[in-house]
């Protein structure tokens, strides 16, 4: 189907190319993964199908657009290939068509259908959006129109369903956004960007058949009776003040269905945790930005409630979400700073973020940042004080060092039982020594000190690039201070080396690395998964045209 | 203001549609089918599965709620399978419990349960059910489906030698096409150990169905082909129970008995049966 819609496509282009003088505005991505996945027990790198027998496994994604007169289409042609990405424990396989899209502008009217990504404000109520390293394509399978009201205001309204891996979800999706953009004019530097979204999802019949199958093995007290629609909202605003701007969104969502995890179901004998529930939910969430010569200061917070959003209920995890929580903690880049990552909590969850950062002149500059995230009950989930300071020499050499103090709740994150809050002192240090201004070396150190989990890590990493564009790498993280017995049952010290070269060539890169990998946190945003250790040899190519 | 009206009339529309009532959905309460057919429970488990207790008392709800038609395995295979360092007296994986593990993937997590061995409409969960509040519905569903086989069993344990010799009487109630499989697990309950559950341990966790052994292959072994309606096809198996401090106690040990269809791409259990190793 999504083949025949392609071919029709690329007709109708090249046909009206033919008969306008407009060429035509062509443009494209490729990116790939492939995998050679060599076993190793020591590091729990097993039991999987790609260790057992398939030993390879891959990705490639190839983007095509093209535009002219103001006609925009494009499609995605998708590869899996025995992929862990969509299940990090299976192994999926499938191609075709991943995605595809025609778009027009007609005066103050956009139309679009096909596979499309967009979103309402900051994503609360609907987000649909591609992540490609946790196998999330959100796209909406539907048709949307766009319509310019005025100069800065314009309104746009959605509907389709929710695209899984080849398919779609069952289920529909529908939505409307206005927003826009007020001046209080010249003399009065107050600037305002409101909007008002609304989303709504209808369970399918064989998507509520689940949740009635499920809710009639229910004790009464745990019963309910089941809304095929939800419905949310959305207010925001971006309010400017000279150097100050301050972004508010609130979002309401009617009672729907959604699993908690962390709620205790009657049993005949006795009680479990983990249960369907329908209630309503809302997120409140503030951010305040100041920056005026050598400082700027962020500060963050947000209240979540009951705001897990799917297009089904019965699906778990990162499948199926309609909508987007903003995380608040900083997005850490080094290797040990990012261990414990927290996924944004969709149950309950208050988080306050303070961000400074503060030039003390053209060579130095410090940055501090702090998260803190609770449930609403109170119970600490996560706190970080991250410190930088970076120190640029001429056009020499540029030190980037500080410490991160960090406090995770792996109970809550990673589901493991009877576990300590985490906690780690972490500093770090990263020197970047150019040679000549296109050859130069950059290494990183860091320790990571702490009681719990894996212990304690060393970190070393070793770049170093020459003007034909080739850069190797070698890298190693140690477990110097081990805590966790290996699946042979035995506590001891473990190396995990990366060995790595890669070539940028204009728009192309292409990497080679062989690499052993604990296990460990994955994120994007504020959505985590866990994936299992990896041990064998990866190639990545991308490139841009 | 031309945007301030597009604002207002949007609010009106959601307001509007907020206000609207759903007919209600009927809630009915489980179906008891009167039928003579048992269906097989294949649980993924394990003693270091934080949510794994979760799934013991749906499965032990759905024996409660469907007395005599259910028959539970509780394969403690490798994920999340080992014991609890420091806490943990037994080892409850297998070579068999990890061979059948690995033969339900691709799942999402523990506790899954495959139930009769039926294909699910998730490619990427095509027999193990993770989430377990809806495993009692499909065995509704497999209950109502019609019975076509009866299995009869005979069980003799001698206590000198530990040996204990298996009769089974296979009677097709109607024709059966197509190739059959047989599988024999040996389960023990009653085992008090430690388990993980949410964010404690239970010390003194009573663990039940544990598959501890099978008589046959881990995917069963060949029954025969195209059985036909009123024959009696016999088999007899033996088995000795090992010496191991604390497991293999005869008194709260079960065989059971499932044949499934061996056909590309359909493997359904048809029937299963289960009896005390004492007879």
Same mark, same amino acid.
């Given at each position: 189907? +999504?083949?025949?819609?392609?071919?029709?496509?690329?007709? &109708?282009?090249?046909?009206?190319?033919?008969?306008?003088?407009?060429?035509?505005? &062509?443009?494209?991505?490729?990116?790939?993964?492939?995998?050679?996945?060599?076993?190793?027990?020591? /590091?729990?790198? /097993? +039991?999987?199908?790609? !260790?057992?027998?398939?030993?390879?496994?891959?990705?490639?994604?190839?983007? @095509?657009?093209?535009?002219?007169?103001? #006609?925009?289409?494009?499609?995605?042609?998708?590869?899996?290939?025995?992929?862990?990405?969509?299940?990090?424990?299976?192994?999926?396989?499938?191609?075709?068509?991943?995605?595809?899209? %025609?778009?027009?502008?007609?005066?103050?009217?956009?139309?679009?259908?096909?596979?499309?990504?967009?979103?309402?404000?900051?994503?609360?109520?609907?987000?649909?959006?591609?992540?490609?390293?946790?196998?999330?394509?959100?796209?909406?399978?539907?048709?949307?129109?766009?319509?310019?009201?005025?100069?800065?205001?314009?309104?746009?309204?959605?509907?389709?369903?929710?695209?899984?891996?080849?398919?779609?979800?069952?289920?529909?999706?529908?939505?409307?956004?206005?927003?826009?953009?007020?001046?209080?004019?010249?003399?009065?530097?107050?600037? @305002?960007?409101?909007?008002?979204?609304? %989303?709504?999802?209808?369970?399918?019949?064989?998507?509520?058949? +689940?949740?009635?199958?499920?809710?009639?093995?229910?004790?009464?007290?745990?019963?309910?009776?089941?809304?095929?629609?939800?419905?949310?909202?959305?207010? !925001?605003?971006?309010?400017?003040?000279?150097?100050?701007?301050?972004?508010?969104?609130?979002?309401?969502?009617?009672?729907?269905?959604?699993?908690?995890?962390?709620?205790?179901?009657?049993?005949?004998?006795?009680?479990?945790?983990?249960?369907?529930?329908?209630?309503?939910?809302?997120?409140?969430?503030?951010?305040?930005?100041?920056?005026?010569?050598?400082?700027?200061?962020?500060?963050?917070?947000?209240?979540?409630?009951?705001?897990?959003?799917?297009?089904?209920? +019965?699906?778990?995890?990162?499948?199926?979400?309609?909508?987007?929580?903003?995380?608040?903690?900083?997005?850490?880049?080094?290797?040990?700073?990012?261990?414990?990552?927290?996924?944004?909590?969709?149950?309950?969850?208050?988080?306050?973020?303070?961000?400074?950062?503060?030039?003390?002149?053209?060579? @130095?500059?410090?940055?501090?940042?702090?998260?803190?995230?609770?449930?609403?009950?109170?119970?600490?989930?996560?706190?970080?004080?991250?410190?930088?300071?970076?120190?640029?020499?001429?056009?020499?050499?540029?030190?980037?060092?500080?410490?991160?103090? @960090?406090?995770?709740?792996?109970?809550?994150?990673?589901?493991?039982?009877?576990?300590?809050?985490?906690?780690?002192?972490?500093? !770090?240090?990263?020197?970047?020594?150019?040679?000549?201004?296109?050859?130069?070396?950059?290494?990183?150190?860091?320790?990571?000190?702490?009681?719990?989990?894996?212990?304690?890590?060393?970190?070393?990493?070793?770049?170093?690039?020459?003007?034909?564009?080739?850069?190797?790498?070698?890298?190693?993280? !140690?477990?110097?201070?081990?805590?966790? =017995?290996?699946?042979?049952?035995?506590?001891?010290?473990?190396?995990?080396?990366?060995?790595? %070269?890669? #070539?940028?060539?204009?728009?192309?890169?292409?990497?080679?690395?062989?690499?052993?990998?604990?296990?460990? /946190?994955?994120?994007?945003?504020?959505?985590?998964?866990?994936?299992? =250790?990896?041990?064998?040899?990866?190639?990545?190519?991308?490139?841009?045209? | 203001?031309?945007?301030?009206?597009?604002?207002?009339?949007? $609010?009106?529309?959601?307001?509007?549609?907020?206000?609207?009532?759903?007919?209600?959905?009927?809630?009915?309460?489980?179906?008891?089918?009167?039928?003579?057919?048992?269906?097989?429970?294949?649980?993924?488990?394990?003693?270091?599965?934080?949510?794994?207790?979760?799934?013991?008392?749906?499965?032990?709800?759905?024996?409660?709620?469907?007395?005599?038609?259910?028959?539970?395995?509780?394969?403690?295979?490798?994920?999340?399978?080992?014991?609890?360092?420091?806490?943990?007296?037994?080892?409850?994986?297998?070579?068999?419990?990890?061979?059948?593990?690995?033969?339900?993937?691709?799942?999402?997590?523990?506790?899954?349960?495959?139930?009769?061995?039926?294909?699910?409409?998730?490619?990427?969960?095509?027999?193990?059910?993770?989430?377990?509040?809806?495993?009692?519905?499909?065995?509704?569903?497999?209950?109502?489906?019609?019975?076509?086989?009866?299995? $009869?069993?005979?069980?003799?344990?001698?206590?000198?030698?530990?040996?204990?010799?298996?009769?089974?009487?296979?009677?097709?109630?109607?024709?059966?096409?197509?190739?059959?499989?047989?599988?024999?697990?040996?389960?023990?309950?009653?085992?008090?150990?430690?388990?993980?559950?949410?964010?404690?341990?239970?010390?003194?966790?009573?663990?039940?169905?544990?598959?501890?052994?099978?008589?046959?292959?881990?995917?069963?072994?060949?029954?025969?082909?195209?059985?036909?309606?009123?024959?009696?096809?016999?088999?007899?198996?033996?088995?000795?129970?090992?010496?191991?401090?604390?497991?293999?106690?005869?008194?709260?040990?079960?065989?059971?008995?499932?044949?499934?269809?061996?056909?590309?791409?359909?493997?359904?259990?048809?029937?299963?049966?289960?009896?005390?190793?004492?007879?």
């Amino acid at each position: 189907m +999504n083949k025949g819609i392609v071919i029709l496509l690329l007709q &109708f282009v090249i046909n009206l190319s033919l008969y306008t003088q407009d060429r035509g505005v &062509f443009s494209g991505a490729f990116d790939t993964n492939a995998n050679i996945f060599l076993r190793d027990s020591s /590091i729990n790198a /097993i +039991n999987t199908p790609q !260790y057992d027998h398939q030993f390879f496994g891959g990705e490639a994604w190839l983007n @095509l657009n093209y535009t002219i007169n103001g #006609l925009t289409i494009g499609a995605r042609f998708d590869m899996f290939n025995n992929s862990n990405l969509r299940n990090p424990t299976g192994s999926f396989s499938g191609l075709g068509i991943g995605r595809w899209y %025609v778009k027009k502008k007609l005066n103050k009217l956009e139309i679009s259908a096909g596979y499309l990504y967009d979103q309402i404000g900051s994503g609360f109520i609907f987000r649909a959006f591609e992540t490609r390293p946790l196998f999330i394509d959100n796209a909406i399978y539907g048709v949307s129109a766009k319509y310019d009201l005025g100069k800065s205001w314009h309104v746009m309204g959605f509907v389709g369903r929710q695209k899984n891996a080849f398919e779609t979800y069952t289920g529909n999706i529908k939505g409307v956004r206005l927003e826009g953009f007020h001046s209080c004019g010249d003399e009065n530097p107050i600037t @305002l960007a409101p909007g008002i979204g609304f %989303v709504n999802r209808t369970i399918s019949d064989e998507n509520m058949d +689940n949740v009635v199958n499920a809710i009639r093995t229910y004790q009464q007290e745990d019963r309910f009776n089941p809304n095929h629609n939800a419905y949310s909202a959305t207010f !925001y605003n971006t309010l400017t003040y000279k150097t100050v701007s301050f972004y508010s969104e609130v979002a309401f969502k009617s009672a729907d269905i959604f699993y908690n995890p962390f709620a205790l179901k009657a049993e005949l004998v006795g009680v479990s945790l983990g249960k369907l529930e329908q209630k309503k939910g809302s997120v409140f969430y503030g951010s305040l930005t100041y920056a005026a010569g050598n400082i700027g200061i962020t500060t963050e917070a947000k209240r979540t409630e009951n705001f897990n959003f799917r297009i089904d209920p +019965n699906l778990q995890l990162i499948r199926g979400l309609v909508n987007y929580l903003v995380p608040l903690n900083r997005q850490n880049t080094y290797r040990l700073t990012a261990r414990y990552s927290p996924a944004a909590q969709d149950i309950s969850e208050m988080a306050f973020s303070l961000d400074i950062k503060y030039k003390l002149s053209k060579a @130095l500059s410090v940055g501090l940042n702090y998260s803190d995230i609770n449930t609403l009950e109170g119970d600490r989930l996560f706190k970080e004080v991250f410190t930088e300071v970076v120190y640029k020499h001429q056009r020499k050499w540029q030190l980037t060092s500080g410490i991160q103090f @960090l406090t995770y709740n792996q109970e809550v994150y990673e589901m493991k039982t009877e576990v300590p809050l985490v906690k780690t002192i972490t500093p !770090y240090l990263d020197v970047l020594y150019k040679f000549t201004p296109s050859r130069a070396l950059r290494t990183e150190l860091q320790y990571m000190n702490t009681k719990q989990d894996f212990g304690s890590w060393l970190f070393g990493l070793f770049e170093y690039s020459i003007p034909s564009g080739w850069i190797f790498e070698t890298s190693a993280m !140690y477990n110097v201070v081990p805590k966790k =017995a290996n699946s042979k049952g035995v506590i001891e010290k473990t190396l995990y080396p990366t060995l790595g %070269v890669i #070539l940028v060539n204009d728009a192309q890169r292409y990497s080679l690395r062989y690499v052993k990998q604990v296990e460990g /946190i994955v994120c994007s945003g504020g959505i985590c998964r866990l994936e299992p =250790a990896f041990s064998g040899i990866r190639f990545n190519l991308n490139t841009t045209f | 203001m031309n945007w301030l009206k597009v604002f207002a009339a949007l $609010l009106i529309v959601m307001l509007g549609i907020l206000s609207c009532k759903e007919i209600p959905v009927n809630i009915g309460d489980p179906l008891i089918p009167e039928s003579d057919k048992i269906v097989l429970i294949e649980e993924l488990t394990g003693a270091s599965c934080p949510n794994c207790p979760k799934g013991n008392i749906i499965s032990e709800n759905i024996i409660s709620t469907f007395p005599g038609k259910v028959a539970v395995v509780a394969i403690h295979g490798d994920f999340l399978a080992q014991p609890i360092e420091g806490k943990s007296k037994y080892d409850f994986r297998n070579q068999k419990a990890k061979d059948l593990e690995n033969w339900f993937k691709p799942w999402y997590g523990k506790p899954a349960a495959s139930i009769n061995r039926t294909r699910t409409n998730d490619d990427q969960e095509p027999f193990a059910i993770s989430r377990s509040d809806l495993w009692q519905s499909v065995v509704e569903k497999e209950l109502q489906k019609p019975h076509v086989l009866n299995i $009869l069993l005979a069980s003799g344990y001698n206590e000198t030698d530990r040996n204990i010799e298996l009769d089974i009487t296979a009677i097709p109630i109607v024709h059966l096409e197509g190739s059959y499989n047989i599988s024999i697990f040996l389960t023990e309950s009653e085992i008090i150990d430690a388990q993980s559950n949410g964010s404690e341990y239970i010390d003194n966790y009573e663990h039940n169905h544990v598959l501890m052994d099978m008589l046959t292959g881990f995917d069963g072994d060949s029954f025969g082909h195209d059985l036909k309606a009123n024959d009696l096809i016999k088999r007899k198996y033996t088995y000795t129970l090992p010496l191991r401090a604390g497991l293999f106690n005869p008194d709260h040990m079960e065989f059971i008995v499932m044949i499934s269809r061996n056909d590309p791409g359909d493997r359904t259990v048809i029937q299963a049966a289960y009896i005390s190793v004492k007879g």
